[in-house]
């Protein structure tokens, strides 16, 4: 059977860190609350000329670069990203033009934080289905552009950043054994729209507006969400918590890392943490986690890696694969 494998992967960050340090000098709050709450310690934030798309670029060159192919042989682009550069066109069409590609093509997927999951989930079925042979699956975003810089309970959280990784179809045995994605599971529930939205939008306000968020409603779906999805990618295996090798999950807040893994009983040591020097950057964290602990040696050729999110909406999935 045909499998996605990942045969690249790539990160890019904006110049600027901001710590926490800073935000003391923005809004009421320090260093100590924001750290025992999240897990945060700093963040970087777009300047001027760094959009999502000439972040999603680099990190999808770097990819490219990782993986030994050339941009040209690209059949499909799929950006998650909830901070596209324009209402339209689609950004991954921005990013396509800007890697000089003129064939395949390319569209964005909207699902929040979860949207890189999302994205991989739907490359996938390009792959198995015919449809494209090597796929670049990039999360990018500009959160600090939609943020409310005077509301203290959702300035601290967010970053800006981009990853990228190249899918190409290869063949499996229809085995656990196989590398690539073993699994997808993804949910959504758009009853709880109103705990983590933008308030604007074209056709309601037509401005962009600013991210609006219920920190504690969050925090209370979150476990069981993310906890869901990761047992239906177990029991779709036939896998557990013991066959894995790595957990690489949103960055969203520390205590909803931890809370997760320990319920379901996956060790610490076996989970890959950059919320400490990223804050939640929604779509692009997972592959910016991917790109860390790969470069660094933890994440090898065979090991078995669980992709978790959960979003605004909500939305929140999993995809279980073999590196």
């Not at 945060?40 to 999502?52: D, L, M, N, P, V």
């Not at 997927?109 to 994205?119: E, I, L, N, P």
């Not at 989970?271 to 910016?288: E, K, R």
Request: proline share 2%.
């Amino acid at each position: 059977m045909i499998r996605s494998i990942i045969r690249g992967y790539g990160a890019a960050l904006p110049k600027r860190v901001m710590t926490n340090q800073d935000i003391e000098a923005i809004v009421e709050t320090t260093d100590e609350w924001i750290v025992q709450r999240t897990g945060i310690k700093q963040r970087y934030i777009a300047g001027e000329g760094e959009t999502t798309s000439s972040l999603g670029e680099q990190a999808a060159r770097a990819a490219l670069e990782n993986a030994g192919i050339k941009p040209e042989e690209i059949d499909l682009i799929i950006v998650a990203t909830s901070t596209p550069d324009n209402t339209f066109p689609a950004t991954a069409v921005n990013i396509q033009n800007r890697l000089g590609i003129t064939s395949g093509f390319a569209f964005d997927v909207q699902a929040v934080c979860s949207g890189f999951v999302y994205a991989m989930a739907t490359a996938d079925l390009y792959i198995r289905g015919g449809m494209a042979k090597r796929v670049l699956v990039i999360g990018a975003e500009t959160f600090s552009r939609i943020l409310d810089w005077t509301d203290r309970t959702t300035c601290v959280l967010f970053g800006d950043g981009a990853g990228a990784v190249v899918l190409e179809a290869g063949e499996g045995e229809g085995k656990t054994s196989d590398r690539g994605v073993l699994t997808s599971n993804l949910r959504s529930d758009g009853s709880h729209k109103d705990k983590l939205y933008v308030d604007g939008g074209p056709s309601t306000t037509g401005t962009v507006g600013h991210l609006r968020m219920e920190g504690r409603e969050v925090f209370k779906h979150a476990v069981g969400m993310i906890t869901d999805v990761i047992e239906a990618a177990f029991e779709a295996t036939g896998t557990t918590a013991d066959d894995l090798d790595w957990l690489v999950p949103h960055q969203a807040n520390r205590r909803i890392i931890d809370g997760s893994a320990k319920k379901l009983g996956i060790p610490s040591e076996k989970v890959v943490i950059t919320v400490d020097q990223h804050g939640n950057t929604s779509a692009a964290s997972i592959p910016l986690a991917l790109a860390v602990a790969a470069a660094d040696g933890r994440i090898k050729k065979g090991d078995l890696v669980m992709l978790e999110a959960m979003g605004g909406g909500f939305t929140w999935g999993a995809v279980l694969l073999r590196w």
